[in-house]
Structures are given as C-alpha cells and as structure tokens.
C-alpha cells in the first residue's frame, strides 16, 4: 500500500452542534413575542455548524511511505517525516465511540538542543479519523513500534 488518504468523519461534528443547538433552545424563554428571534437564533446556529462542518471537511490527512501530510483549510500544508515522531495517542470520547472515529495525536521530537522544557513542543492532530486505532497501528509499524 503507498498511501492512505483519510478525512474527518463529520457526522459526529454535525450530532454535537445539534446537541449544543438543542440545550441553549432548552433554556431560552421561548414564546409568542419573541418567537421570531427565536428563528433567528436557530438560523444563525446552524449556519455556524454547518461552516464549521464544511472547514473540518476540508482537512485531509495521507499517510505515506516515509511521512505523513496534512492538509487543512485553514492552516498551511504540513508533512511530518517519521523519524521526527516522538509518540502517538488516541482520544475516543463517548461519541467518537459510538460513530467509529476518534483523533490521533502525533507528538514531533524536539529540535532545540536544551535540556529545559521548549513550548515549540509541536502535536499535530488527525481529527475523527475512522478506525484510529488501524491509523495507530500503521503510522507505529512505520515508526517501528506497536503499544
């Protein structure tokens, strides 16, 4: 296999906008005088959601050979070398459980030379991958080790 391209899963984004959507409706006082307001609110959440949907779809994540590249939106294309891999983790929350998905953290080895803690300690994030323990596995047996 030469490359595997993997994007977000999106589904999960869309159910957790609802759910913030429907728990501030809970608690707005909704009624016949400021029910258009009420319409306004929704409209303008949704299309936030859904911006924020359409972003997150643009992101793209292709685990080659010898690197693995991201491409996002809103940040410039990156392409992290193996040999600057210091760890992975994975993160699956509840729902990234029930949807199949979760998020892949690459943490890249330091390149200053002090023996102090650096904040340019650089992770990077594979977002709602599906199968991200397979993403896991493949990106390790690249490195050269399986947790």
């Known amino acids: 296999m030469n490359e595997l391209v993997l994007r977000p899963l999106v589904r999960k984004t869309f159910v957790k906008g609802t759910i913030a959507i429907a728990i501030f409706s809970a608690v707005l006082?909704?009624?016949?005088?400021?029910?258009?307001?009420?319409?306004?609110?929704?409209?303008?959440?949704?299309?936030?959601?859904?911006?924020?949907?359409?972003?997150?779809?643009?992101?793209?994540?292709i685990v080659q050979p010898e690197s693995l590249v991201i491409k996002s939106f809103l940040a410039p294309r990156e392409t992290?070398?193996?040999?600057n891999i210091a760890?992975?983790?994975?993160?699956?929350?509840?729902?990234?459980r029930r949807f199949r998905c979760g998020t892949v953290y690459i943490l890249i080895k330091r390149t200053d030379s002090s023996n102090t803690f650096s904040k340019r300690i650089k992770v990077y994030t594979?977002?709602?991958v599906r199968d991200p323990q397979g993403v896991y596995e493949l990106i390790s047996s690249r490195l050269g080790f399986v947790k």
């Open 29 to 61: 006082d909704v009624n016949v005088s400021n029910f258009a307001h009420y319409l306004e609110f929704l409209a303008v959440s949704v299309s936030l959601v859904l911006a924020y949907v359409v972003v997150k779809r643009a992101d793209t994540y």
């Open 80 to 83: 992290i070398r193996y040999e």
């Open 87 to 96: 760890d992975l983790y994975i993160s699956q929350g509840f729902l990234a």
């Open 126 to 128: 594979l977002k709602d």
